[in-house]
């Protein structure tokens, strides 16, 4: 196929690569003249995900009506934060029927819409899927093991992106749910900048062991509530994705959630990592999500705290541990 990829970062490289396995046709858009130029240059992002090295038959532009044209599918590579405005210039270019492949993580703040819902709403004419799951870009460039699930409401659609995108090292699942592969993909997220910061802090194994269940927990609560199936959340855009974000050397929120809980602000943090934490972008949708579907989300309330407020990790962590005692699992006697 002619697959058009919008973005040029980590996620949008390591898939070109993975899609040239497949060989299909490949042309990277990028808005940034620079970043353009260097892969153009070098066919590789020497400073977002060096070491892989891109075909000389991948083309690279910043013009995104050329880019687009001819293509016969869309990947939404760039970071969540960005979606909307990409989604924006694309809608011209889009044919009637075109399938969007979305691969970012978020919710929009202002919305509280999930990247597929701000696509929908930008590109009305437009075909949707979404792809998800653990799948660090700094992995998948390098063609090692991965699974991912991919969500469409359509199962040819879903099919015909499993086709698209599948290889003897990148296996990718069908599902019909959106709303639970959007939602795991970034909440999780936010439940990372939690591991994180207990890392910094200086907390074990442990306490990460039980961010990350009782993570999935929160995540499930409001997941369902929204619509989402709760076997989503035992999946790989659920726990699997919440465990490699949580613990992985790759992780964005991870690093940025040490830094943080060692006693950096968050925009040092980010800065510091010197990549999109999408985490940061989707805690206060996340907290605004939980009052509005009125779900107890106390890791979530407390990561906004410690962001946002200026409140001391420490304390947030001894408020998590001082709970009011309850069940685990309230429907057990």
Same mark, same amino acid.
């Given at each position: 196929?002619?697959?058009?990829?919008?973005?040029?970062?980590?996620?949008?490289?390591?898939?070109?690569?993975?899609?040239?396995?497949?060989?299909?046709?490949?042309?990277?858009?990028?808005?940034?003249?620079?970043?353009?130029?260097?892969?153009?240059?070098?066919?590789?992002?020497?400073?977002?995900?060096?070491?892989?090295?891109?075909?000389?038959?991948?083309?690279?532009?910043?013009?995104?009506?050329?880019?687009?044209?001819?293509?016969?599918?869309?990947?939404?590579?760039?970071?969540?934060?960005?979606?909307?405005?990409?989604?924006?210039?694309?809608?011209?270019?889009?044919?009637?029927?075109?399938?969007?492949?979305?691969?970012?993580?978020?919710?929009?703040?202002?919305?509280?819409?999930?990247?597929?819902?701000?696509?929908?709403?930008?590109?009305?004419?437009?075909?949707?899927a979404v792809l998800s799951g653990p799948s660090h870009a700094e992995e998948v460039g390098k063609l090692m093991p991965t699974t991912v699930v991919v969500g469409s409401e359509d199962k040819e659609i879903a099919k015909l992106v499993q086709d698209v995108f599948m290889t003897d090292f990148f296996r990718v699942y069908t599902s019909p749910d959106i709303i639970g592969i959007e939602l795991g993909g970034a909440l999780k997220n936010v439940i990372a900048l939690a591991a994180g910061i207990a890392d910094g802090l200086g907390c074990g194994d442990n306490a990460k062991a039980a961010l990350i269940t009782r993570g999935i927990v929160?995540?499930?609560?409001?997941?369902?509530?929204?619509?989402?199936?709760?076997?989503?959340?035992?999946?790989?855009?659920?726990?699997?994705?919440?465990?490699?974000?949580?613990?992985?050397?790759?992780?964005?929120?991870?690093? &940025?959630?040490?830094?943080?809980?060692?006693?950096? @602000? *968050?925009?040092?943090? $980010?800065?510091? +990592?010197? %990549? =999109?934490?999408?985490?940061?972008?989707? &805690?206060?949708?996340?907290?605004?999500?939980?009052? @509005? *579907?009125?779900?107890? $989300?106390?890791? +979530?309330? %407390? =990561?906004?705290?410690?962001?946002?407020?200026?409140?001391?990790?420490?304390?947030?962590?001894?408020?998590?541990?001082?709970?009011?005692?309850?069940?685990?699992?309230?429907?057990?006697?």
């Open positions: 196929m002619n697959i058009c990829v919008l973005g040029a970062g980590s996620w949008g490289i390591a898939l070109t690569k993975l899609l040239t396995v497949n060989e299909h046709k490949l042309t990277v858009w990028s808005v940034d003249p620079e970043e353009i130029q260097m892969l153009k240059t070098n066919c590789e992002h020497k400073t977002k995900l060096p070491g892989v090295i891109l075909p000389g038959s991948v083309e690279f532009t910043t013009d995104i009506k050329d880019a687009m044209e001819g293509a016969e599918l869309f990947v939404m590579a760039v970071p969540s934060p960005f979606v909307r405005v990409v989604a924006e210039k694309a809608a011209p270019y889009v044919p009637e029927g075109g399938l969007v492949v979305s691969v970012a993580k978020g919710i929009e703040e202002s919305t509280l819409f999930r990247m597929s819902e701000i696509i929908k709403e930008c590109i009305p004419q437009c075909k949707i929160e995540i499930q609560a409001l997941g369902t509530k929204m619509g989402g199936h709760a076997e989503t959340f035992s999946g790989l855009s659920g726990i699997g994705d919440l465990i490699v974000t949580c613990a992985s050397v790759h992780s964005r929120n991870r690093r &940025a959630g040490i830094l943080i809980g060692q006693g950096m @602000k *968050y925009a040092d943090a $980010m800065n510091e +990592v010197k %990549m =999109v934490v999408e985490g940061v972008y989707s &805690a206060k949708a996340a907290k605004a999500l939980a009052d @509005k *579907y009125e779900v107890d $989300m106390p890791i +979530v309330e %407390m =990561v906004n705290r410690i962001l946002f407020e200026d409140y001391p990790a420490s304390e947030a962590l001894h408020g998590l541990l001082n709970r009011d005692r309850k069940k685990e699992v309230s429907n057990l006697s």
